[in-house]
């Protein structure tokens, strides 16, 4: 059997991989910074920026299939995974509306009252949290798919 090819923006291509998470980590290190930075100007276009590489990268990501050509080939692919697969791709659409209403709302989001700005910093760290899980998870099903097509349990 044919390992599965690896081609998109998460768990096959390390370059998107790591990018990805440099902008997890980034707007993490901005999202977790001292809570005077709130009412600085500048800290919402440092979140605003980093949103959009993040938006970007992420957009990219959603729009490679997870496990290329070999997700097709019924051989190719544990069809016990199947359904793991298929809940991260729909996954895809619900991040991107996270990270859409984020990036609509920092670009006023400085004008707004320290508690609207509370929230908006929550909203930010769920998007990390649910993109870490997310991530994590394409790698498990990834490295798990690879192990039973070169021999593993399955």
Do not use: C
């Amino acid at each position: 059997m044919e390992a599965p090819t690896q081609d998109h923006g998460s768990i096959g291509s390390a370059g998107s991989d790591d990018a990805i998470k440099e902008s997890i980590a980034s707007l993490n290190e901005l999202v977790n910074a001292d809570a005077d930075r709130l009412v600085d100007d500048e800290f919402f276009t440092d979140v605003a920026d980093e949103l959009g590489v993040l938006h970007a990268r992420f957009r990219s990501h959603a729009a490679t299939d997870l496990f290329g050509p070999a997700r097709e080939a019924s051989d190719s692919f544990p069809p016990e995974l199947s359904g793991d697969l298929e809940r991260l791709r729909s996954e895809h659409q619900q991040i991107l509306g996270l990270l859409d209403w984020l990036s609509q709302r920092v670009e006023w989001i400085s004008q707004r009252t320290l508690e609207d700005k509370d929230v908006f910093v929550l909203r930010a760290r769920e998007l990390i949290a649910v993109l870490n899980r997310h991530i994590a998870e394409e790698d498990r099903l990834f490295y798990l798919a690879l192990w039973r097509d070169t021999g593993g349990e399955g």
